[in-house]
């Protein structure tokens, strides 16, 4: 698998990451081994998760493999810190505390002495930045984080945070795809203007551009779960549909699955470093790791870009 810089940093990881938001839930430790496995030997090193994921379950289980399983020095552990996981004080937000019991945390569930790329999950209106930031601060100042980041992120909360220069702070993660470009009116300018990497979460449009929904709702799909049909269905509507049908009629051209056109497709847009790939099962992420092997032709990316456009109003398109 290529490898990409992380930003205007010298860190290098795969241009495509796993994720385990499903680990400890969906998928249990044994898959999450063959998931890390496969994804290693593709050549893989950049591997997401976050403290909320599972109540903390994934980690624990990326956490079990490394080391025994996959050597620790060829896995970029990732994983993020913001969203609630107790009632109590420091259960959660962009307070220093909160953040740095979190962190606590997260490196005593990972089982290691320091996190490669630490990232914010959300922003705080709560709490002040520069109070946020100092945390940031701390954690690569202390030698416990080497670099950090943010996810979800407005462009101007991107923008606000990047011009006080915190430590280490390289990536922003936000959900890019086909069906999903709004990234591209003001944060992805954003984060290429101050030197981060776009680390896309959603790639796949939350599993409808694989084409899985195209004549309905298959019974073991999350579309039919009661606890990510919401989450699906936000990307289920007539546009979303038209830009999969663009999809499955490129893939039948190059003879690919959907799921590869749409993952090539976001993986080499402009400032994007690595989409963040997840999957339940070995063979789901076997289908997204085919995508190393194709570029697609100027013509297809051009037509995809045509057909999933997203408008840009005043000022972003600017005054002409």
Not at 67 to 92: H, M, N, Q, S, Y
Not at 129 to 137: F, I, K, N, P, V
Not at 158 to 180: D, H, I, K
Request: glycine share 12%.
């Amino acid at each position: 698998m290529q490898k990409r810089q992380l930003g205007r940093s010298g860190l290098r990881v795969s241009r495509m990451a796993l994720g385990t938001m499903s680990g400890g839930a969906e998928t249990d430790a044994d898959e999450a081994a063959s998931q890390l496995v496969a994804f290693v030997e593709a050549g893989g090193t950049l591997v997401d998760t976050a403290d909320i994921y599972s109540g903390g379950e994934s980690e624990r289980i990326l956490g079990g493999l490394l080391g025994d399983l996959v050597p620790r020095d060829e896995i970029v552990v990732a994983t993020k810190a913001v969203a609630r996981r107790t009632d109590g004080p420091f259960g959660g937000g962009a307070s220093r505390g909160a953040l740095l019991s979190a962190l606590e945390g997260s490196l005593r569930r990972l089982g290691v002495d320091h996190l490669d790329l630490w990232q914010l999950h959300a922003w705080d209106d709560s709490v002040p930045l520069e109070e946020t930031l100092s945390a940031l601060d701390y954690a690569v100042t202390s030698g416990k984080v080497r670099y950090t980041g943010v996810c979800n992120y407005s462009g101007w909360q991107l923008a606000s945070a990047a011009a006080a220069r915190p430590a280490g702070l390289v990536a922003s993660q936000a959900e890019y795809s086909l069906v999903e470009r709004g990234v591209e009116r003001e944060l992805v300018p954003a984060a290429r203007y101050h030197g981060l990497g776009v680390l896309p979460w959603a790639p796949l449009g939350r599993g409808v551009l694989t084409g899985k929904y195209r004549h309905g709702t298959p019974a073991d799909s999350r579309g039919a779960s009661a606890e990510y049909a919401g989450y699906v269905e936000q990307h289920r509507t007539e546009r979303a549909a038209r830009i999969v049908e663009a999809v499955a009629t490129a893939a039948d051209g190059l003879g690919v699955s959907p799921l590869v056109v749409a993952l090539a497709w976001v993986r080499d847009r402009p400032g994007v470093v690595a989409p963040v790939v997840g999957a339940r099962d070995t063979g789901q992420l076997t289908g997204s790791l085919a995508a190393e092997e194709i570029a697609l032709p100027v013509a297809i990316s051009s037509a995809l870009d045509d057909v999933s456009a997203v408008e840009f109003g005043y000022p972003e398109r600017g005054t002409k």
